[in-house]
């Protein structure tokens, strides 16, 4: 697989519970989420707490790199906290030792000391302090700078990077916009009150309206008793830290008030489960209709099915829309709101389920995907795919453009049978692999579906032969991208019989070399000659082609039939089924013992097709049962006439004039046609399965180019 190797650095205290060190855990669970990175993280100060680590997922897979102890030997400016100066040279020296993909800052004064170094082409610093109320000429330049320098920027919304873009007058292309994220709803809340109590995550601070939250629990309460209100946070910031101790005594003498500190994002997550209404309102200073950041604490409180309250300002009505009920602006109404929130059970469902909705989007495997697919972008690393089946004989076509892309690896798992392989091998070519296809719905396909690791994609193409099978009963569907039928009627038997959703499956058709068998008839050619292209097992009806040619040949003796395949004693699993082998003796006994033998032309199965067509007028597809039957398509792009059986699903690729339902209407089909003088209007049909179409089918499903 196709790993980046990543640097993070953050200007933050990661030993502090707040807004920026939640940013840097969601940052790495992002990057981490699909396994498909390996993230190192240059600490600011070294780690003493581990509520805030704790919230990293994949945790024990993340490197934390102390510098005061990889770096003990340099003279610090500081003893417990890095200067922007100092990280910008040990983000130059690792970079030099761990050739990352991608390095990440946080922080205007750090980015800046990371321009006009080797580090900066890979640098994608995350643009949070860009005041855009005091746009002076000097902090525009140092912004322009940081744009002009590194190949991509970070931005938290919409808002945010059109605003940059337009104070600096730039593109707006190279920022990536990186949000605030939540877990995953593994299923939908119930959106109702459990118990009667407000939810506070974050820090004190007098623009984030902690004393108003407080004031309002206290006069909302009295008129609803059962009232209670959670806070979460141990950090004081500005005039209220000069308070702290004075505060925390204040609170714990309030009733039902619940202040738990410092927790992890966890435990705070946890205690928003068991809340009931969010409390997200801030100052109009931070929340107004400039403002360019989302609350993370707005997401966080709306995933768990909790209203949140806040002020009604543009961003919130982009996601909650003009009447949603608890918007407040003022003191008051934050009173009257978290009264209406609990006295209005019909109302709070209303709002709970409007913010649940707008939180969707924001979940980490959604938000996740965008962005690795954006860093993947940047990174000269060749993307790898993995064909893995018993049989290629058509896909070695796409296997073989494949092989020919300078930008992709291509990896084969041969498997010896539906079911049979080198399990450890195959583990291996898993580990490699960005994409897996696999060829034929059976056990290849329930072994990498079970199988398959986060940011992996797995695609499945399905013929025929899976339908009597049960293995496609048995693929963890959640793990496949999509499953690929070759045509519109396989497509409508796949969803019918397997529990295929419907939304995974598309239709990609088998390809027909069209070049290839676009070759003027040759001297051999006769208007007479009939083809047959692979004539096992039974179900190919060998006996309706023999048939054809006596009844033809009854009427003029010019008729031939040319065979052209492998034939039974050639295939070993055929050998030990009597019942074919006794099918097969009778038809070449008839033969054998027919007037009209020396007209049946029997010649081996090779890759000489292409030329074999060029003698031949009409092809027959004389089957009980195919998915697609390339035979007589391909017979279409050498300007043979196809003649084909009305097996399930015929009529949805070729045409109905050239569909019979017996030995007699295929007879006087022929018959009428061979005298047929005009040119055949096959090739916009058989264009259809060109290669140039059906490679660009496949690319645009299977997206290894983006």
Not at 21 to 34: A, F
Not at 47 to 60: D, E, G, M
Not at 221 to 230: A, C, E, G, H, S
Request: net charge neutral; with cysteine; charged share 30%.
């Amino acid at each position: 697989m196709k790993r980046l190797k990543i640097l993070i650095y953050g200007d933050q205290n990661l030993n502090i519970l707040d807004g920026s060190s939640i940013w840097m855990t969601s940052l790495i669970n992002i990057l981490s989420n699909e396994n498909t990175a390996d993230i190192h993280v240059l600490l600011k100060t070294p780690i003493r707490r581990k509520q805030v680590i704790s919230n990293i997922n994949r945790l024990r897979e993340i490197t934390f790199i102390n510098p005061f102890t990889t770096f003990h030997k340099h003279k610090f400016e500081e003893k417990i906290r890095l200067t922007p100066s100092e990280a910008s040279v040990f983000i130059n020296v690792l970079d030099q030792e761990n050739n990352y993909d991608i390095v990440i800052t946080r922080g205007k004064q750090v980015t800046l000391h990371c321009l006009n170094k080797d580090v900066t082409k890979k640098l994608i610093p995350y643009i949070t302090d860009f005041d855009h109320s005091n746009q002076d000429s000097e902090d525009l330049k140092l912004y322009r700078e940081i744009y002009n320098q590194c190949p991509r920027l970070f931005v938290q919304t919409e808002e945010m990077r059109d605003f940059i873009a337009n104070a600096l007058k730039v593109s707006p292309e190279k920022f990536i916009i990186l949000p605030p994220t939540v877990k995953d709803s593994k299923e939908k809340p119930e959106f109702k009150i459990n118990n009667y109590s407000l939810i506070y995550t974050g820090k004190f601070a007098s623009d984030w309206k902690t004393k108003e939250l407080i004031k309002a629990y206290i006069e909302a309460k009295k008129k609803v008793d059962t009232l209670t209100l959670n806070i979460a946070g141990d950090k004081f910031q500005g005039e209220l830290a000069e308070r702290k101790e004075q505060i925390i005594e204040y609170i714990q003498g309030i009733s039902g008030l619940n202040w738990v500190g410092a927790v992890s994002r966890g435990q705070s997550l946890k205690l928003i489960e068991h809340s009931d209404v969010g409390y997200a309102f801030r100052s109009s200073e931070i929340d107004n209709n400039n403002s360019l950041e989302l609350s993370t604490k707005f997401l966080e409180y709306s995933i768990a099915g909790k209203p949140v309250l806040v002020r009604k300002i543009n961003q919130y009505v982009k996601l909650l829309g003009e009447d949603y009920p608890f918007y407040c602006d003022s003191f008051d109404e934050l009173v009257d709101k978290i009264i209406l929130a609990f006295e209005k059970p019909d109302l709070y469902k209303k709002a709970a389920e409007k913010c649940y909705n707008a939180s969707l989007k924001f979940q980490i495997s959604h938000i996740s995907s965008i962005i690795l697919e954006e860093l993947y972008k940047l990174s000269d690393r060749k993307k790898t795919i993995l064909f893995a089946g018993h049989d290629f004989k058509f896909i070695q076509w796409y296997i073989d453009y494949m092989e020919d892309q300078k930008d992709i690896n291509v990896l084969i798992d041969k498997w010896q049978g539906h079911n049979k392989h080198d399990e450890e091998k195959s583990l291996n070519f898993l580990k490699q692999a960005d994409i897996i296809f696999c060829e034929w719905g059976l056990g290849n396909s329930v072994f990498y579906s079970n199988n398959k690791l986060p940011g992996q994609r797995l695609f499945i193409r399905v013929h025929r032969q899976e339908l009597t099978t049960e293995y496609l009963q048995n693929v963890k569907y959640e793990n496949v991208e999509n499953v690929l039928a070759i045509s519109p009627f396989i497509y409508e038997e796949f969803a019918r019989i397997h529990p295929i959703p419907r939304n995974k499956m598309k239709v990609i058709p088998n390809m027909v070399n069209v070049k290839k068998f676009s070759k003027p008839k040759s001297e051999e050619f006769s208007k007479y000659h009939i083809g047959i292209l692979g004539i096992l097992p039974q179900l190919k009806r060998l006996d309706r082609a023999v048939d054809i040619l006596e009844k033809l040949w009854n009427r003029d003796s010019r008729f031939k039939l040319y065979i052209k395949s492998r034939l039974p004693h050639e295939l070993a699993w055929l050998k030990n089924r009597p019942d074919e082998i006794s099918y097969y003796d009778k038809i070449f006994e008839k033969i054998e013992n027919a007037p009209w033998k020396d007209n049946v032309i029997i010649e081996s199965h090779g890759e000489d097709v292409a030329e074999w067509f060029q003698k031949i007028n009409f092809t027959l597809s004389t089957s009980d049962i195919e998915s697609f039957h390339l035979a007589p398509m391909e017979g279409m792009a050498s300007n043979t006439i196809p003649i084909v059986f009305n097996w399930e699903g015929a009529n949805t690729l070729y045409p109905e004039e050239n569909i019979v339902t017996s030995v007699d209407e295929a007879v006087e089909l022929i018959f009428s046609n061979v005298e047929e003088k005009e040119d055949r209007q096959y090739r916009t049909l058989v264009e259809q399965y060109s290669e140039e179409n059906i490679t660009e089918k496949l690319n645009s499903a299977i997206s290894i180019f983006k």
